[in-house]
């Protein structure tokens, strides 16, 4: 009986999760004219791909912001974590003084909203002359994140000592000891920051909007809002548009999930 009402309460979960999407990608393959005429919730019929032809070839193309969102998140991840496994192997591997008040005045950045960063890092931005430009969307995030630091420093801490102290007698120095005993093992937590440092600025919209104000460097947030501000009446071009932009997400998902599924059974072991 408990079985049951688990499973029943995780359907019942996974409906409530699924259904705005499902919504979505369902109006995305309307007419305009059988989703003025019709219920939301009828089906398309029949189905249509002129709103997907329209942000692909069409005049109101969704690839060139697409490509650069992608070219910015894969700097991103790779900036953030190899900074922050850099940083959280340091702080958890190495004896230096000040260490412990180093990590956790650091620690402590992660109480500051997002928000209150955005003018002093606009101001600096700008500075430097990098406004509307890819390297002011990308050099802000580029280095080690806290909630990444925090989390590595405590998986690195939790790998066995002796398993460090082996490889330093084979006359392993911190780099070596670093690539081939620390990070094969912490391959599952490094799937899961991958995951959330992609969908974070993927799905980041304030910052550029903020230091981008032209066409050229907009990125997919941003030009999805464009398009809901400039077609509000068409909800299937809409629709079509927030569904090309989540869909990567979701790929990136399916990739990564049994690696995040055994960071989550070793967090919860531990």
Request: charged letters at 10%.
């Amino acid at each position: 009986m408990r079985t049951t009402i688990t499973y029943l309460t995780l359907v019942a979960g996974a409906v409530l999760t699924l259904a705005p999407y499902l919504l979505s990608v369902q109006t995305s393959l309307k007419t305009p004219a059988q989703f003025a005429a019709e219920s939301p919730l009828a089906p398309p019929s029949p189905v249509s791909t002129a709103a997907y032809a329209e942000l692909v070839v069409g005049g109101h193309s969704l690839i060139p912001p697409l490509v650069i969102t992608v070219q910015v998140v894969i700097l991103v991840v790779v900036g953030q974590l190899t900074c922050s496994v850099l940083a959280a192997y340091a702080f958890a591997r190495l004896e230096f003084p000040g260490r412990d008040a180093v990590f956790r005045l650091y620690l402590a950045t992660l109480m500051v909203p997002v928000v209150a960063t955005v003018v002093p890092r606009f101001v600096i931005v700008s500075e430097l002359g990098l406004r509307d430009t890819f390297a002011g969307l990308v050099l802000p995030a580029l280095f080690g994140s806290p909630y990444a630091v925090f989390l590595l420093r405590q998986f690195f801490r939790g790998i066995p000592g002796d398993l460090v102290d082996a490889a330093r007698l084979d006359g392993a120095g911190h780099p070596r000891v670093l690539w081939h005993v620390v990070l094969p093992l912490s391959r599952p937590v490094l799937a899961t920051l991958v995951i959330i440092t992609a969908v974070t600025h993927w799905n980041d919209f304030l910052w550029p909007l903020v230091v981008t104000s032209g066409e050229r460097w907009r990125v997919l947030t941003v030009a999805v809002a464009a398009l809901q501000s400039q077609f509000a009446g068409n909800w299937t071009l809409v629709t079509a548009a927030t569904t090309l932009a989540t869909l990567p997400l979701l790929v990136l998902f399916l990739v990564f999930q049994k690696h995040i599924v055994r960071s989550i059974t070793i967090t919860g072991m531990r």
